[in-house]
C-alpha cells in the first residue's frame, strides 16, 4: 500500500530530487546505529523481565531479532513473532511460565509506556503547533488501547476467568500450549506478575530499557530526516513516530506494513518537512527497523538452532514434519509449537503475550 501512495509523491516532486545529491551518509550511518542501540535497549528488557540468569545477552537479543523476523513476514505478525519467541526461549530451557510472564509484561508494558509518551508529546505540541483534527483520533485510539492493556493487566493479576478465555482461544489458534495447561499456567502467571510489580528496583529497570528502546527508534527516523538536511522539532517528530507505531498495532498488515509509512510520512509533510526528504527519510527509517531484522533475524534463528547441534537438514526435516502435522491436526486435535526432541528434553512452551513490536 505505501508503495502505491508515497512513491508517486515522490516521483512528482523529482524537480526537488538535487535535495537527495547532498544526503549525509554518515548522519544514515548514524541512524543505523542508533537502530542496533534500540533493538539492544529491548534485549536488555527482556533480560530484565526474565528470572535472573535465564538468557545471556546474545541469546536475548538473538531471540528478539529472530522474532522481529517472523512478525515482518507475516500478516497479523505480532502474534506469530511472539510464538516465535516463545518457542526460542523454552528451547534455551527457560520455563513456559517465565517466558509467558516475559511476554505479557514486555508487550503490554511497552505499550502503555508507548502511549503514555505519545500523549506527554501531544500534551506539550498542542501550544507548539495548534490543535490539528488527527489528535482528537489519536488520542482516542490511544485512550481505548491503554484501557484494554490497563484491564489485561487487571486480568492476568487477578487470574480472571475473561483472561483464561482470552488466551485459550489464543493457545488453540497458534497452538502455542496445550489447553489443558493453560488455567494452571494462568494462575502461576498471575503469581509471578504480582511479585514483579512488588520490586520497585525492577519496575524502574524495565521501565528505563523499554523508554530507551522507543526514545532509539525515534531518533533513528529524526536523524534521518536530519539527514537531508531537514531540522524537525523532536516534539513534532515523536508524535508522527507514536502515531504510526500506534496505529501498527491493528493487525492488518506485518508490523504495520504500509500504515507506518504512510502515516508518518503524512504527519512529517504536516510538521513542515518536504514530502521528497519526508518519505526518503520514512523508507531509509523503515529499512533500518523493518527490513534488515527479517535476514538478520533469520541468521540469528539459524545461528540458535545450530548451536543447539541442529543440522540445516534436520531444520528442514523438521519444517516439512511441522507442516505435516498442521494439515493432519485441522480437525481440532491439539497441536503443539515447538519440536518433539524439546518435549523431551522437558522444556514448557509458553502462552502468547502482546508484542508490540517498534515497528
Known amino acids: 500500500m505505501a508503495w502505491y501512495i508515497i512513491l508517486p509523491e515522490v516521483f512528482a516532486a523529482n524537480k526537488n530530487i538535487t535535495q537527495l545529491e547532498h544526503v549525509n551518509p554518515w548522519l544514515l550511518l548514524l541512524g543505523l546505529g542508533l537502530e542496533v542501540l534500540s533493538l539492544f535497549a529491548y534485549a536488555k528488557l527482556t533480560i530484565v523481565v526474565l528470572p535472573r540468569k535465564s538468557l545471556s545477552l546474545s541469546k536475548a537479543w538473538r531471540i528478539n531479532l529472530a522474532s522481529l523476523a517472523v512478525g515482518h513476514l507475516i500478516p497479523g505478525g505480532t502474534a506469530a513473532g511472539t510464538g516465535a519467541s516463545v518457542v526460542l526461549m523454552t528451547n534455551e530451557g527457560v520455563s513456559g511460565t517465565d517466558v509467558g510472564v516475559a511476554t505479557a509484561t514486555m508487550g503490554i508494558g511497552s505499550a502503555v509506556l508507548l502511549n503514555t509518551m505519545l500523549w506527554l508529546a501531544l500534551i506539550i505540541s498542542i501550544p507548539l503547533n495548534g490543535f490539528r483534527p488527527v489528535y482528537e483520533w489519536v488520542a482516542l485510539v490511544s485512550l481505548l488501547l491503554l484501557g484494554f492493556f490497563a484491564a489485561l493487566i487487571a486480568g492476568f493479576a487477578q487470574g480472571d476467568g475473561w483472561a483464561v478465555r482470552v488466551l485459550r482461544r489464543v493457545a488453540t489458534r497458534f497452538s502455542f500450549i ?182
Open 178 to 359: 496445550p489447553e489443558e495447561r493453560l488455567e494452571s499456567i494462568i494462575t502461576q502467571i498471575a503469581e509471578r506478575i504480582k511479585t514483579f510489580w512488588r520490586d520497585p528496583d525492577l519496575v524502574r529497570r524495565g521501565i528505563a530499557w523499554a523508554a530507551l528502546n522507543w526514545l532509539l527508534d525515534a531518533s533513528c527516523l529524526w536523524v534521518c530526516v536530519l539527514a537531508f538536511h531537514h531540522y524537525l522539532n523532536p516534539i513534532d517528530l515523536f508524535v508522527a513516530y507514536g502515531v504510526g507505531n500506534v496505529l501498527a498495532a491493528i493487525p492488518l498488515t506485518p508490523g504495520g506494513l504500509g500504515i507506518v509509512e504512510v502515516s508518518v510520512g503524512a504527519l512529517l509533510r504536516g510538521f513542515g518537512v518536504p514530502t521528497l526528504i519526508a518519505a526518503f527519510a520514512v523508507l531509509g527509517w523503515r529499512l533500518f527497523n523493518f527490513w534488515l531484522p527479517i535476514p538478520v533475524g533469520g541468521g540469528c534463528y539459524l545461528s540458535l538452532r545450530m548451536e543447539r547441534g541442529a543440522t540445516l537438514r534436520e531444520m528442514a526435516t523438521n519444517a516439512r514434519r511441522s507442516r505435516g502435522r498442521r494439515a493432519s491436526g485441522a480437525g481440532g486435535k491439539a497441536k503443539y509449537f515447538f519440536r518433539r526432541s524439546d518435549a523431551a528434553s522437558g522444556a514448557e512452551p509458553g502462552p502468547s503475550g502482546v508484542v508490540p513490536p517498534f515497528g
